[in-house]
Protein backbone atom coordinates (compact mmCIF):
# COMPACT_ATOMS: atom_id res chain seq x y z
CA UNK A 1 0.00 0.00 0.00
CA UNK A 2 0.99 3.60 -0.05
CA UNK A 3 3.44 5.17 2.62
CA UNK A 4 3.15 8.83 3.02
CA UNK A 5 6.31 10.46 4.89
CA UNK A 6 6.26 13.79 6.65
CA UNK A 7 8.94 16.28 7.77
CA UNK A 8 9.41 18.20 9.82
CA UNK A 9 7.11 16.82 12.97
CA UNK A 10 7.75 20.09 14.44
CA UNK A 11 8.39 23.58 12.61
CA UNK A 12 8.26 27.28 14.69
CA UNK A 13 9.20 30.25 12.64
CA UNK A 14 9.30 34.69 13.40
CA UNK A 15 5.79 35.84 11.93
CA UNK A 16 6.60 37.19 8.84
CA UNK A 17 8.72 34.43 7.72
CA UNK A 18 8.40 31.62 5.24
CA UNK A 19 7.54 27.84 6.19
CA UNK A 20 7.49 24.53 4.17
CA UNK A 21 6.37 20.95 4.87
CA UNK A 22 7.74 18.17 2.82
CA UNK A 23 6.20 14.98 1.83
CA UNK A 24 7.36 11.76 -0.09
CA UNK A 25 5.03 9.06 -1.26
CA UNK A 26 6.03 5.46 -2.33
CA UNK A 27 3.37 4.41 -4.55
CA UNK A 28 3.63 6.10 -7.98
CA UNK A 29 0.14 5.41 -9.09
CA UNK A 30 -0.75 8.23 -6.79
CA UNK A 31 -2.31 11.04 -8.61
CA UNK A 32 -4.05 13.39 -5.62
CA UNK A 33 -2.30 14.91 -3.22
CA UNK A 34 -4.15 17.43 -0.76
CA UNK A 35 -3.34 19.53 2.22
CA UNK A 36 -5.18 19.65 5.61
CA UNK A 37 -5.03 21.93 8.30
CA UNK A 38 -6.19 21.12 12.15
CA UNK A 39 -6.57 24.30 14.57
CA UNK A 40 -5.81 23.12 18.36
CA UNK A 41 -9.07 21.32 19.39
CA UNK A 42 -10.78 20.93 15.59
CA UNK A 43 -11.23 19.27 13.01
CA UNK A 44 -9.11 18.60 9.77
CA UNK A 45 -9.83 21.18 6.58
CA UNK A 46 -8.64 20.85 3.35
CA UNK A 47 -6.66 24.03 2.60
CA UNK A 48 -5.38 22.88 -1.09
CA UNK A 49 -5.38 19.62 -3.41
CA UNK A 50 -2.77 18.91 -6.25
CA UNK A 51 -3.42 16.53 -8.78
CA UNK A 52 -0.22 14.90 -10.93
CA UNK A 53 -1.13 16.80 -13.97
CA UNK A 54 0.04 19.90 -12.40
CA UNK A 55 3.01 21.17 -11.26
CA UNK A 56 2.63 23.77 -8.83
CA UNK A 57 -0.81 25.58 -7.41
CA UNK A 58 -0.95 28.86 -5.37
CA UNK A 59 -3.70 30.72 -3.81
CA UNK A 60 -2.50 34.16 -1.92
CA UNK A 61 0.09 32.96 0.60
CA UNK A 62 -0.10 29.07 -0.16
CA UNK A 63 1.79 27.07 -2.62
CA UNK A 64 1.69 23.42 -3.14
CA UNK A 65 4.41 21.80 -5.43
CA UNK A 66 4.22 18.24 -7.31
CA UNK A 67 7.42 16.51 -8.50
CA UNK A 68 6.14 13.04 -9.68
CA UNK A 69 9.37 11.84 -10.66
CA UNK A 70 11.02 11.98 -7.14
CA UNK A 71 7.46 11.60 -5.37
CA UNK A 72 7.65 14.67 -3.19
CA UNK A 73 4.87 17.15 -2.87
CA UNK A 74 5.65 20.09 -0.64
CA UNK A 75 3.10 23.14 1.11
CA UNK A 76 5.11 26.63 1.29
CA UNK A 77 3.42 29.18 3.27
CA UNK A 78 4.47 32.94 2.88
CA UNK A 79 4.62 35.35 5.61
CA UNK A 80 3.08 33.14 8.06
CA UNK A 81 0.45 34.85 10.78
CA UNK A 82 0.30 33.53 14.23
CA UNK A 83 -3.47 31.97 12.67
CA UNK A 84 -1.05 29.46 10.60
CA UNK A 85 -0.32 27.63 13.69
CA UNK A 86 -1.54 24.49 13.69
CA UNK A 87 -1.29 20.94 12.57
CA UNK A 88 -0.69 19.79 9.02
CA UNK A 89 -0.85 17.02 7.19
CA UNK A 90 -0.14 16.22 3.82
CA UNK A 91 -1.75 12.90 2.33
CA UNK A 92 -1.90 10.86 -1.06
CA UNK A 93 -4.52 8.91 -3.19
CA UNK A 94 -3.97 6.48 -5.51
CA UNK A 95 -7.80 6.64 -7.15
CA UNK A 96 -7.74 10.40 -7.14
CA UNK A 97 -10.31 10.69 -4.40
CA UNK A 98 -10.52 10.31 -0.90
CA UNK A 99 -11.44 7.32 -0.52
CA UNK A 100 -8.30 5.80 -0.07
CA UNK A 101 -5.97 8.73 1.34
CA UNK A 102 -2.92 7.76 2.92
CA UNK A 103 -2.12 10.92 5.62
CA UNK A 104 1.35 11.66 6.91
CA UNK A 105 2.02 11.87 10.43
CA UNK A 106 1.74 15.43 10.84
CA UNK A 107 3.74 18.70 11.28
CA UNK A 108 2.91 21.32 14.41
CA UNK A 109 3.95 24.44 12.42
CA UNK A 110 3.95 27.68 15.46
CA UNK A 111 4.37 30.84 14.18
CA UNK A 112 5.96 33.17 17.03
CA UNK A 113 4.68 36.50 17.06
CA UNK B 1 -26.23 24.12 10.04
CA UNK B 2 -23.45 21.38 10.39
CA UNK B 3 -22.03 19.26 7.63
CA UNK B 4 -20.82 16.53 9.61
CA UNK B 5 -21.74 15.97 13.02
CA UNK B 6 -21.03 13.51 15.62
CA UNK B 7 -21.81 12.57 19.52
CA UNK B 8 -20.85 12.80 21.53
CA UNK B 9 -18.29 15.34 21.71
CA UNK B 10 -16.85 13.45 24.99
CA UNK B 11 -16.93 10.46 26.27
CA UNK B 12 -15.57 9.26 29.38
CA UNK B 13 -15.89 5.32 30.49
CA UNK B 14 -14.19 2.75 32.37
CA UNK B 15 -12.45 0.09 30.64
CA UNK B 16 -14.40 -2.85 30.04
CA UNK B 17 -17.65 -0.74 29.01
CA UNK B 18 -19.49 -0.71 25.58
CA UNK B 19 -19.68 2.74 23.95
CA UNK B 20 -21.43 3.97 20.69
CA UNK B 21 -20.50 7.11 18.58
CA UNK B 22 -23.00 8.44 15.78
CA UNK B 23 -22.41 10.47 12.92
CA UNK B 24 -24.63 12.21 10.47
CA UNK B 25 -23.84 13.81 7.12
CA UNK B 26 -26.18 16.20 5.66
CA UNK B 27 -24.07 17.31 2.53
CA UNK B 28 -25.55 14.03 0.23
CA UNK B 29 -22.21 12.59 0.13
CA UNK B 30 -22.01 9.38 -0.52
CA UNK B 31 -19.32 7.87 1.36
CA UNK B 32 -17.94 7.98 5.21
CA UNK B 33 -15.49 7.19 6.79
CA UNK B 34 -14.38 6.79 10.29
CA UNK B 35 -11.02 7.97 11.78
CA UNK B 36 -8.36 7.57 14.52
CA UNK B 37 -6.27 10.08 15.60
CA UNK B 38 -4.21 9.22 18.56
CA UNK B 39 -2.00 11.41 20.90
CA UNK B 40 0.49 12.19 18.57
CA UNK B 41 -1.97 13.56 16.27
CA UNK B 42 -1.80 10.94 13.84
CA UNK B 43 -5.05 10.09 11.81
CA UNK B 44 -5.30 6.63 10.64
CA UNK B 45 -8.49 5.11 8.89
CA UNK B 46 -10.51 2.78 10.59
CA UNK B 47 -13.61 1.67 7.90
CA UNK B 48 -15.26 3.25 5.18
CA UNK B 49 -18.81 2.41 3.51
CA UNK B 50 -20.14 3.98 0.11
CA UNK B 51 -24.17 3.92 0.00
CA UNK B 52 -24.20 1.63 2.84
CA UNK B 53 -21.46 -0.78 2.13
CA UNK B 54 -18.13 -1.64 3.72
CA UNK B 55 -15.50 -0.94 1.26
CA UNK B 56 -12.51 -0.02 3.75
CA UNK B 57 -11.76 -2.30 6.99
CA UNK B 58 -8.53 -1.68 8.12
CA UNK B 59 -6.65 -3.83 10.59
CA UNK B 60 -9.00 -3.06 13.73
CA UNK B 61 -10.07 -4.83 16.02
CA UNK B 62 -13.32 -6.57 15.93
CA UNK B 63 -14.24 -4.90 19.47
CA UNK B 64 -14.78 -2.05 17.13
CA UNK B 65 -17.85 -2.35 14.82
CA UNK B 66 -19.79 0.28 12.52
CA UNK B 67 -22.74 0.43 11.23
CA UNK B 68 -24.51 2.35 8.51
CA UNK B 69 -28.53 2.71 8.48
CA UNK B 70 -28.34 4.48 5.23
CA UNK B 71 -25.51 6.65 3.22
CA UNK B 72 -26.32 9.33 5.54
CA UNK B 73 -25.27 7.74 9.14
CA UNK B 74 -22.34 5.96 10.14
CA UNK B 75 -22.02 5.33 13.76
CA UNK B 76 -19.58 3.18 15.34
CA UNK B 77 -19.55 0.75 18.43
CA UNK B 78 -17.01 -0.06 20.44
CA UNK B 79 -17.10 -3.58 22.79
CA UNK B 80 -15.03 -4.17 26.08
CA UNK B 81 -13.01 -0.78 25.87
CA UNK B 82 -9.31 -0.78 26.49
CA UNK B 83 -7.24 1.81 27.78
CA UNK B 84 -5.11 1.98 24.27
CA UNK B 85 -8.68 3.04 22.33
CA UNK B 86 -8.94 6.66 24.05
CA UNK B 87 -7.85 8.88 21.23
CA UNK B 88 -10.11 11.52 19.13
CA UNK B 89 -12.51 9.54 16.44
CA UNK B 90 -13.12 11.31 13.52
CA UNK B 91 -16.47 10.99 11.35
CA UNK B 92 -16.09 12.31 7.57
CA UNK B 93 -17.59 11.92 4.58
CA UNK B 94 -16.84 12.32 0.59
CA UNK B 95 -18.61 12.71 -2.71
CA UNK B 96 -16.86 9.89 -4.96
CA UNK B 97 -19.49 9.46 -7.55
CA UNK B 98 -18.36 11.49 -10.55
CA UNK B 99 -18.29 15.45 -10.18
CA UNK B 100 -16.79 14.81 -6.36
CA UNK B 101 -13.93 16.87 -5.29
CA UNK B 102 -12.10 14.09 -3.70
CA UNK B 103 -12.62 16.41 -0.67
CA UNK B 104 -12.97 14.80 3.00
CA UNK B 105 -15.81 17.11 5.24
CA UNK B 106 -15.06 15.99 8.58
CA UNK B 107 -16.99 16.16 12.20
CA UNK B 108 -16.02 18.29 14.71
CA UNK B 109 -14.47 14.73 16.64
CA UNK B 110 -15.49 12.79 19.44
CA UNK B 111 -12.73 12.43 22.53
CA UNK B 112 -12.64 8.93 23.83
CA UNK B 113 -10.91 8.89 27.61
CA UNK B 114 -11.21 5.20 28.98
CA UNK B 115 -10.58 4.92 32.61
Known amino acids: GENVEQHPSTLSVQEGDSAVIKCTYS??????FPWYKQELGKRPQLIMD?????GEKKDQRIAVTLNKTAKHFSLHITETQPEDSAVYFC????????????FGSGTQLTVLP | DTAVSQTPKYLVTQMGNDKSIKCEQN?????MYWYKQDSKKFLKIMFS???????INETVPNRFSPKSPDKAHLNLHINSLELGDSAVYFC??????????????FGEGSRLTVL
Open chain 2, 27 to 31: LGHDT
Open chain 2, 49 to 55: YNNKELI
Open chain 2, 92 to 105: ASSLSASGGTGELF
Open chain 1, 27 to 32: DSASNY
Open chain 1, 50 to 54: IRSNV
Open chain 1, 91 to 102: AASIRGSARQLT
